[in-house]
């Protein structure tokens, strides 16, 4: 399909500027101006809107098929969320207004949703104090990390160490690093949860932290999970919970209880936001109130008098994480969505959610390699082993769903096991969908056995078939130029 | 419940299937003293009731101010058509395009933002988008350091001050020396700035139009940064490009920017889109996701996500950066604002702007008390010297109806007097001279 670049007509115009109703025509410099064309493609609304139409035609979707992408929590995002984080009054507002002498009044709703949602984050998960301003969770991974750092440093600790198991996400490891620690893997055990002995022997008092992700990636719970933050407290580390996956336990655990010292969730995930190609997300973190005085500023505080205001005054606080106070309109959906679930609805959230991925793993162990044959929490972790002696891997198993309607789980990762499809169903999932599934994947599996050879050709149904990788990255084509 | 679909029967059901008896068996992992002390969430409600109460809230923030507040973040109309594609499910309800067959749409999308970027900045190649500006140019300056290894940061004042202590909170933990060269009269001081250039110089950091809304032309810094193997990033307000010399035409090596004047609203603070463009020979050192142009197995075009060796889930603690999500769906923002935009509209709307703003300020030199700072070319922001403290006309004009600008006290000691007024295409004639009424009222009472 031809890029919105090449097509158009010189002088045709996709928007109407709207006439000067001043009298002045201003100029700057010869030598300050842009003499380059700016390269824009010239195109009518219609162009523009048919192009990008047919551009989201080629595209899976939430919407439009069954997405269960291991990690990601490809849940239903409801409408009503999209309708309230549109509303003029939160949409139109200039995040410097509250910080203008007299503005604070005039922006009184959107601190108030900020301080709420910071009191319910703090409830569901059993922590203090929350952070709303991480943009991601990897962005809320570094603010914990960074929270650490200033922790040890106040305290005169020379730490040097983050503990990571390898079941972890990438993450973890890249956000530790630019908090300036030196990362230390902790390898698995048998029955997918970090190994006890080898985490003690790495415990030394040179670690700063550890960070965990719970249930892990594997979709397993971890039942010591009390013991390891007890034991990383003895030596004065802290332990990190990454909310990746905290979809699982709503309701049913609070790293906050647990011992955890800090926790970033992904809004995007848990509490239903859209996704949106790759994000906008948000990452709020949470601390334990020996941890509040680190938080990034500002801070949203109550009054006596009922009013909010942003106040700035921790002189210990890490510093300025964003620009302002998070992805405001990401923080609005969530809230909404909380707010109309409640605390049994969250909870009913899990339950769902374990449900539907126990009953995918009880249905396919039969025809794949369970490497951890164990009650799973909101994902199950397969291996394409089996398949693989025929010659089939888990990414031809991918393309093959994509034939069948249904975006392809996550695949090769967690890395701890070969040949990985991490299937994550999500709570929004009715039961004839898993089913339909469940049959896909039990005709792949029957498919390898028969005819491996078919694998090579799939997806058939799909714009394209499978594009040459190492072509993209050897002859790299990172932009449209005019011939 | 609300979003859940089982039927008790088929809970029943799928228990039966799984070999359990009830919903708790599945959560037995977690030991009973592990439990949550509390769960104190109010009850659920009707999504009239949550919508009635987000209105609350939102009536509760005023969007009635006439507002002239910039200092980054601008309100510029958004046409209809950029919320109606964004709002596709299609779009916005996947995810990051891992699987390409099941992407192209999203993929060739990125290829074309990335296309959009490098032409309205005049560089080789662009990412796929960062969280917003001020994480765009502290990336950079690391990607500076992967380039030529050196420790030292030079920022001329007229950096976003944002941006900034952003830039001093990321690399505390890191050893890296971080300088900071004090503006002159709103503009870059160049004979300090020369001066504060040495060999163990990674790279400098400049922004056009600056904070100041001042414009500059920095080839020379380039040319003799350049000399000493110094990396130059620049940070642009990419709308002004309509009619200001691009980073490219200085010779830049890292531009970066803020793309929230591109087509997404100012909704409090985010979301919002850090961009990034380069040269082709440093693509390997830029974070962040890139979309490529390759062939399928039958000679079709198509697009995949490539280089993911820099990428945090591949090189781990060793990756370029730790980003993970973007903020991709605000990238279609700004690359359906741009192509509507087109050609020609960017450069009116840029034109638009600086009339508006030298509008303003003419209004504003009529009145006696306020000095219009005239010494250096703008854009669409400027500052101005008032008699008293600007904070105090600022909240004296909320009650008049505008956010009258930028108190530059708040972030500059010395500034106290100083305010940084922005005018878009937003602003009508009527109500510019109805502000500098209001402003000449309140100074004169």
Redesign the interface.
């Known amino acids: 399909?031809q890029?919105?670049?090449e097509k158009?007509r010189k002088?045709?115009?996709?928007?109407k500027?709207?006439k000067?109703?001043?009298?002045?025509?201003?100029?700057?410099?010869d030598?300050?101006?842009?003499?380059?064309?700016?390269?824009?493609?010239?195109?009518s609304?219609l162009d523009?809107?048919r192009?990008?139409?047919?551009?989201?035609?080629?595209?899976?979707?939430?919407?439009?098929?069954f997405?269960p992408?291991g990690s990601?929590t490809?849940?239903?995002?409801?409408k009503?969320t999209?309708?309230?984080a549109?509303?003029?009054?939160?949409?139109?507002?200039?995040?410097?207004?509250p910080?203008?002498?007299?503005?604070g009044i005039?922006?009184?709703?959107?601190l108030?949703?900020l301080y709420r949602m910071e009191q319910?984050l703090c409830?569901?998960t059993?922590m203090d104090a929350f952070t709303m301003q991480p943009?991601?969770?990897?962005?809320g991974?570094?603010t914990g990390t960074?929270i650490i750092?200033a922790y040890h440093c106040s305290k005169g600790n020379k730490k040097r160490y983050i503990l990571v198991p390898d079941s972890s996400?990438?993450?973890n490891?890249?956000?530790?690093?630019?908090?300036?620690y030196e990362?230390v893997v902790i390898p698995s055990d048998n029955t997918g949860v970090m190994d006890i002995n080898e985490y003690k022997r790495h415990l030394t008092d040179k670690v700063a932290g550890v960070m965990l992700t719970c249930p892990n990636t594997l979709g397993?719970?971890n039942?010591s999970?009390?013991e390891i933050c007890d034991m990383a407290h003895s030596v004065d580390a802290l332990v990190y919970y990454d909310g990746a996956n905290l979809n699982a336990?709503l309701?049913?655990?609070?790293p906050g209880?647990?011992g955890f010292d800090i926790v970033h969730l992904n809004l995007?995930k848990t509490f239903?936001t859209?996704?949106?190609?790759?994000?906008?997300?948000a990452g709020p973190v949470g601390v334990k109130e020996h941890l509040s005085k680190y938080l990034?500023i500002s801070k949203v505080v109550l009054r006596t008098d009922g009013t909010f205001f942003l106040d700035y005054h921790y002189p210990e606080s890490?510093?300025?994480?964003?620009?302002?106070?998070?992805?405001?309109?990401?923080i609005?959906r969530a809230?909404?969505y909380?707010?109309?679930?409640?605390?049994?609805?969250?909870?009913?959230?899990a339950?769902?959610a374990?449900?539907?991925a126990?009953?995918v793993k009880?249905?396919l162990k039969k025809y794949y390699k369970l490497p951890y044959d164990?009650?799973c929490?909101h994902e199950c972790v397969f291996s394409a082993e089996w398949q693989k002696e025929k010659g089939v891997s888990a990414l031809d198993i991918?393309?093959y769903l994509?034939d069948r309607g249904i975006?392809?789980p996550?695949i090769y990762?967690p890395l701890i096991v070969k040949e990985a499809l991490m299937i994550e169903p999500t709570?929004?999932?009715?039961?004839e969908t898993l089913d339909e599934f469940i049959s896909a994947m039990i005709e792949a599996a029957k498919l390898a056995e028969k005819k491996p050879e078919k694998f090579a050709d799939f997806?058939e149904s799909?714009?394209?078939?499978?594009?040459?990788?190492v072509?993209?990255?050897r002859?790299?084509?990172?932009?449209?130029c005019k011939k | 419940m609300n979003y859940t679909p089982h039927t008790e029967e088929e809970v029943k059901q799928m228990l039966s299937d799984i070999g359990l008896n009830s919903i708790d068996e599945l959560f037995s992992d977690i030991p009973e003293e592990l439990r949550p002390k509390s769960f104190n969430l109010p009850s659920g409600k009707s999504e009239s009731e949550v919508v009635n109460h987000l209105r609350y809230l939102a009536s509760r923030n005023s969007t009635s101010l006439v507002n002239f507040v910039g200092a980054g973040f601008y309100s510029h109309y958004i046409p209809s058509a950029v919320d109606a594609i964004t709002s596709l499910p299609e779009f916005y309800t996947a995810y990051t395009p891992y699987q390409p067959e099941a992407s192209q749409g999203w993929l060739q999308a990125i290829y074309e933002f990335q296309t959009a970027i490098c032409n309205l900045t005049d560089m080789e190649v662009a990412n796929a988008s960062l969280y917003d500006g001020g994480t765009a140019l502290y990336e950079a300056c690391m990607m500076a350091m992967r380039i030529n290894g050196r420790r030292k940061i030079v920022v001329d004042e007229g950096v976003n001050l944002i941006y900034w202590t952003m830039i001093q909170c990321y690399i505390s933990n890191l050893s890296l020396d971080v300088v900071k060269v004090p503006v002159k009269e709103f503009g870059l001081d160049r004979d300090k700035f020369l001066d504060s250039m040495d060999e163990k110089t990674s790279a400098v950091v400049l922004q056009n139009p600056n904070f100041f809304g001042c414009i500059d032309d920095y080839s020379d810094i380039v040319e003799y940064a350049h000399k000493k193997g110094i990396i130059v990033i620049e940070s642009v307000y990419p709308l002004s490009l309509g009619l200001l010399k691009t980073p490219g035409e200085m010779g830049v090596d890292i531009a970066v920017g803020e793309g929230q004047s591109l087509g997404i609203p100012l909704s409090f603070g985010g979301p919002y889109l850090g961009f990034m463009a380069t040269r082709k020979e440093f693509v390997r050192k830029m974070p962040g996701r890139i979309v490529g142009k390759t062939l399928d197995r039958k000679g079709r075009d198509s697009y995949v996500m490539t280089l993911q060796a820099r990428e945090q889930h591949i090189r781990r603690e060793k990756a370029t950066s730790n980003i993970c999500s973007n903020e991709a769906l605000c990238a279609l923002r700004a690359l359906v604002y741009l192509s509507l935009l087109g050609k020609e509209g960017l450069k009116e709307l840029a034109q638009l702007n600086l009339d508006k703003a030298e509008f303003t300020r003419q209004q504003l030199e009529k009145i006696p008390q306020i000095k219009v700072f005239r010494d250096r070319p703008i854009f669409n922001e400027f500052p101005v010297i008032l008699p008293e403290r600007a904070d105090v006309v600022v909240n004296k004009m909320i009650a008049k109806g505008f956010a009258a600008g930028f108190p530059l006290g708040r972030y500059y000691k010395g500034m106290e007097h100083n305010l940084l007024i922005a005018v878009t295409e937003q602003r009508t004639k009527e109500e510019i001279v109805k502000f500098a009424e209001s402003m000449e009222a309140v100074l004169c009472s």
């Open positions: 399909m890029l919105i670049f158009g002088g045709r115009r996709g928007f500027i709207q000067s109703d001043v009298p002045v025509k201003a100029s700057i410099p030598n300050l101006k842009r003499k380059t064309d700016n390269g824009l493609p010239e195109v609304e523009v809107v192009h990008f139409t047919s551009l989201a035609n080629k595209n899976f979707c939430v919407d439009t098929n997405y992408l990601c490809m849940k239903y995002n409801p009503f999209e309708a309230v549109a509303l003029p009054g939160f949409r139109d507002l200039h995040p410097l207004l910080q203008l002498s007299g503005g005039l922006t009184q709703g959107a108030e949703l319910l409830e569901i059993g943009l991601a969770g990897a962005h991974e570094l960074m750092a996400h990438g993450t490891p890249a956000s530790a690093a630019i908090a300036g990362v397993i719970f039942p999970i009390k336990i309701g049913k655990l609070r209880d647990v995007h239903a859209p996704h949106g190609g790759g994000g906008p997300g990034p890490i510093g300025y994480i964003a620009p302002f106070y998070g992805n405001f309109e990401v609005v809230y909404a909380i707010l109309l679930l409640g605390r049994e609805g969250l909870m009913d959230v339950e769902k374990v449900l539907n126990n009953y009880e249905k164990r009650k929490m991918a393309k994509i975006h392809p996550t990762f709570e929004t999932e009715n039961k997806p799909t714009p394209v078939s499978r594009p040459d990788e072509k993209a990255a002859d790299l084509n990172l932009r449209w």
